[in-house]
Nanobody, 124 residues
Framework: QVQLVESGGVLVQAGGSLRLSCATS????????MGWFRQAPGTEREFVAT????????LYTDSVKGRFTISRDNAKNTVYLQMNSLKPEDTAVYYC?????????????????WGQGTQVTVSS
């Protein structure tokens, strides 16, 4: 079992920056690839970014490439999402998730554990 707790979501103006954190507890953090997903009202949950167990491999959805950076601190059992140049369309509830499979994935169904989410609102 893994428990995930996101934090850092706030209201921010367009063009601003924000860093989300996801603290984990339970099973060894390095057993999991970690991902960030988001869900805006009336839409399906979508993939944002993922990072491998070692941190050596990352993937991003096209809309955030060059603006968002996923990272992890295995000593602190925490994964981060640094978000720069924020746009109103980035407004959503952001979820972190843990994936115990062999390779990193962009599919939400491959993730085993989820946090409760943190709200990010970007005003224009």
């Amino acid at each position: 079992q893994v428990q995930l707790v996101e934090s850092g979501g706030v209201l921010v103006q367009a063009g601003g920056s924000l860093r989300l954190s996801c603290a984990t507890s339970g099973r060894a953090f390095t057993s999991y690839h970690m991902g960030w997903f988001r869900q805006a009202p009336g839409t399906e949950r979508e993939f944002v970014a993922t990072i491998s167990r070692s941190g050596g491999n990352t993937l991003y959805t096209d809309s955030v490439k060059g603006r968002f950076t996923i990272s992890r601190d295995n000593a602190k059992n925490t994964v981060y999402l640094q978000m720069n140049s924020l746009k109103p369309e980035d407004t959503a509830v952001y979820y972190c998730a843990a994936d115990y499979n062999w390779s990193v994935s962009q599919r939400s169904g491959d993730y085993d554990y989820w946090g409760q989410g943190t709200q990010v609102t970007v005003s224009s």
